[in-house]
């Protein structure tokens, strides 16, 4: 296969650590790809932009909030509809929190948003979703993690730009 260009996306696995719940949205059913499926926000980052802007940028846009990037789940390669080039993208995952969870504002990509805990969503969405490995996932990391390191990667965010090359 050549050689090409892909487009990033972004997704936040938005946790709140009060109540111990992570927040799913569905799909608008006007969406041309997925609609009716349920996912938590995602999008593609614009030219220009860094990861963790157009992180912060689509769950501002889809949620009306500002999200904390608390650490990367890790990346996927995917097609967004029909595998073609136009349709190939590279994405990151990142586990995030919001202030204040009752502030979110859903607009016209979601017609639906629910917090549940992980034992809900298992319950909730098929055996084998996607969204169920990335709880489980950010669980085990986040299990792992030193709160001084929880700390840093919070006052530091991800970006390395600037940084070294």
């Given at each position: 296969m050549?050689?090409g260009r892909f487009?990033?996306g ?5 946790f709140d650590?009060?109540t ?18 349920w996912?938590c ?8 932009e860094s ?15 500002e ?8 990346t ?6 029909e ?5 190939e993208?590279?994405?990151v ?10 502030a ?9 948003a ?7 969503v298992a319950?909730?969405?098929?055996e ?9 996932r950010?669980?085990a990391?986040e ?19 600037g940084?070294?090359?």
């Amino acid at each position: 296969m050549p050689v090409g260009r892909f487009l990033v996306g972004v997704a936040a696995l938005i946790f709140d650590p009060e109540t111990k719940r992570y927040l799913l949205l569905r799909r608008s059913q006007a969406k041309d790809v997925g609609a009716g499926s349920w996912e938590c926000p995602t999008g593609r980052v614009d030219q220009g932009e860094s990861i963790e802007e157009g992180l912060i940028r689509e769950v501002r846009e889809e949620l009306q909030v500002e999200a904390r990037p608390r650490f990367i789940l890790g990346t996927t390669h995917f097609y967004r509809g029909e595998e073609i080039v136009e349709n190939e993208l590279v994405s990151v995952l990142y586990a995030c929190e919001i202030d204040d969870p009752g502030a979110i504002r859903t607009g016209p990509e979601h017609d639906e948003a629910r917090w549940m805990t992980r034992a809900e969503v298992a319950e909730f969405l098929p055996e084998r979703h996607w969204i169920q490995w990335v709880i489980e996932r950010a669980e085990a990391m986040e299990a792992g993690m030193t709160p001084g390191l929880q700390r840093r990667l919070l006052e530091e965010g991800y970006e390395v730009t600037g940084r070294v090359m």
